[in-house]
Antibody, heavy 116, light 113 residues
Framework: EVQLVESGGGLAQPGGSLRLSCAASGFTFSNSWMHWVRQAPGKGLVWVSHINTDGSTTSYADSVKGRFTISRDNAKNTLSLQMNSLRVEDTAVYYC?????????WGQGILVTVSS | DIVMTQSPDSLAVSLGERATINCKSSQSVLYSSNNKNYLAWFQQKPGQPPKLLFYWASTRESGVPDRFSGSGSGTDFTLTISSLQAEDVAVYYCHQYYSIPLTFGGGTKVEIK
């Protein structure tokens, strides 16, 4: 059974940092492109970033480019999202997702709240 | 950026009746080299992560009931629920994975009339 478990969320101040992690199991992590998608309270889905299988290719939404960094550790089956210079508008539930084609499997999500 | 526009924003359908959701992309998501539409549909119930229903516009994900169907090509796509069940109450999103940035439609909320 595929499992994706996010951790590392919580409350951060504007300008602060958080690091999200996504622990993967039940599939060959090193063969899967991975994504982060976020959803502000009561709003729709917004793609944040993705990373290819070996970590050599990454992409970001313009809204997070230069502030967020996606990475992966295939030895530990872990996906990460380093979030710096956080803004109030980054407040959302963050999901990691596995994408053999489209986003087939999703974690339960982790809430990030940016507030002073 | 490819803008995904869904309609309607919400709809209320009687149990057993048909529900139809439309999705229009601002440019084609049909990749000519493999003739595939890079379009997916997701269902999201309250408090849950999204669930993939269709990819390649019309390929049903394993376990999705056959009352759900996906159709369309190029820029115009449709998700149809042929006979609405109570468990289908959710928000539905279309999503293009043709080009970066990946984008989602705004969502369509389906309720029981």
């Amino acid at each position: 059974e595929v499992q994706l478990v996010e951790s590392g969320g919580g409350l951060a101040q504007p300008g602060g940092s958080l690091r999200l992690s996504c622990a993967a199991s039940g599939f060959t992590f090193s063969n899967s492109w991975m994504h982060w998608v976020r959803q502000a309270p009561g709003k729709g889905l917004v793609w944040v970033s993705h990373i290819n299988t070996d970590g050599s290719t990454t992409s970001y939404a313009d809204s997070v480019k230069g502030r967020f960094t996606i990475s992966r550790d295939n030895a530990k089956n872990t996906l990460s999202l380093q979030m710096n210079s956080l803004r109030v508008e980054d407040t959302a539930v963050y999901y990691c997702a596995r994408a053999p084609i489209s986003m087939t499997d999703w974690g339960q999500g982790i809430l990030v709240t940016v507030s002073s | 950026d490819i803008v995904m526009t869904q309609s309607p924003d919400s709809l209320a359908v009687s149990l057993g009746e048909r529900a139809t959701i439309n999705c229009k992309s601002s440019q084609s998501v049909l990749y000519s080299s493999n003739n595939k539409n890079y379009l997916a549909w997701f269902q999201q119930k309250p408090g849950q992560p999204p669930k993939l229903l269709f990819y390649w516009a019309s390929t049903r994900e394993s376990g999705v009931p056959d009352r759900f169907s996906g159709s369309g090509s190029g820029t115009d796509f449709t998700l149809t629920i042929s006979s609405l069940q109570a468990e289908d109450v959710a928000v539905y999103y279309c999503h293009q994975y043709y080009s970066i940035p990946l984008t989602f439609g705004g969502g369509t909320k389906v309720e029981i009339k």
